[in-house]
């Protein structure tokens, strides 16, 4: 296990709900303290789409990895992790190209005390962890590089991430920044909570939410996630609800909207 703290990190404290903790509870996971299952509860009560879309929010992870996969990626860069749970990036990206490599990055020092689960790599690629905060970029870039060929595509994973950047510290600037630092040809997954669906009971469950947390959350209207991919190419079929990027044949459809943009750009590759 290789472990490199490279600062801006979050510090521990079991006192406040920290958002991957909250995830892993919504994901119905046991790794969490009783301050973040009662802020997934109680968020949830107010509205129960969060748990479908967190599940859904996975899912669209797990497609878009795939998808990549076969448009030729072979590496890729997790920002905000997460606890580890079913098919993470290596998982999936491993599965479709045993050689792929994938670096992790998260500031919760709790993900950091399961992240041997994802260096669990095949023999022919290769997993890191980085406990580093999203701001961090230069840092994160130089670091990640050390395990991937940054002159070569990158599949960059902003899922459920930049709700915690709030507008003063500019979430724009930082993931502009960081498609800059990858090759022409890369990729930007990104999903992100949306204000304009069920708008009363997000903010309502956002409320509850940031009462409790240590980090707080954004939900941003479809046009404000749209600017995330600025400098790359929107794919098809756009910036949509989770159930509706590419779902595969076996997804059950969903009734009712889930509360959550999401989307996946490419860096335009430099023509011949």
């Given amino acids: 296990m290789s472990e490199r703290s490279i600062g801006g990190t979050a510090s521990f404290n079991s006192s406040v709900a920290h958002p991957a903790r909250v995830y892993n509870a919504w994901l119905g996971g046991k790794d969490n303290y009783p301050v973040d299952e009662e802020a997934a509860r109680l968020a949830s009560s107010v509205n129960p789409q969060i748990i479908p879309a967190v599940r859904a929010n996975r899912a669209f992870l797990g497609r878009a990895v795939r998808e990549l996969s076969r448009a030729g990626i072979r590496q890729f860069l997790d920002i905000g992790t997460g606890i580890p749970a079913a098919d993470n990036t290596h998982e999936v990206a491993q599965r479709a190209d045993p050689g792929a490599r994938v670096v992790y990055v998260d500031n919760d020092p709790v993900v950091l005390a399961h992240a041997q689960a994802l260096l669990v790599s095949t023999p022919e690629g290769a997993t890191d962890y980085l406990q580093a905060d999203l701001r961090d970029v230069d840092r994160i870039l130089e670091q990640a590089s050390t395990t991937l060929d940054l002159s070569q595509p990158v599949g960059l994973m902003l899922v459920a991430i930049l709700q915690y950047i709030p507008?003063?510290?500019?979430?724009?600037?930082?993931?502009?920044?960081?498609?800059?630092?990858?090759?022409?040809?890369?990729?930007?997954?990104?999903?992100?909570?949306?204000?304009?669906?069920?708008?009363?009971?997000?903010?309502?469950?956002?409320?509850?939410?940031?009462?409790?947390?240590?980090?707080?959350?954004?939900?941003?209207?479809?046009?404000?996630?749209?600017?995330?991919?600025?400098?790359?190419?929107?794919?098809?079929?756009?910036?949509?609800?989770?159930?509706?990027?590419?779902?595969?044949?076996?997804?059950?459809?969903?009734g009712d909207p889930l509360p959550m943009w999401c989307g996946v750009g490419q860096k335009e590759p430099v023509s011949q």
């Fill in 167 to 254: 507008d003063a510290d500019d979430p724009y600037g930082i993931a502009r920044r960081l498609v800059d630092g990858l090759a022409p040809g890369s990729y930007l997954v990104l999903s992100h909570p949306a204000s304009d669906i069920g708008a009363e009971k997000v903010s309502e469950s956002m409320r509850v939410y940031n009462e409790r947390a240590a980090e707080q959350a954004t939900p941003r209207l479809h046009d404000e996630v749209v600017r995330f991919f600025d400098g790359t190419r929107i794919l098809e079929p756009g910036v949509v609800e989770l159930p509706q990027w590419r779902p595969d044949m076996e997804d059950v459809p969903v």
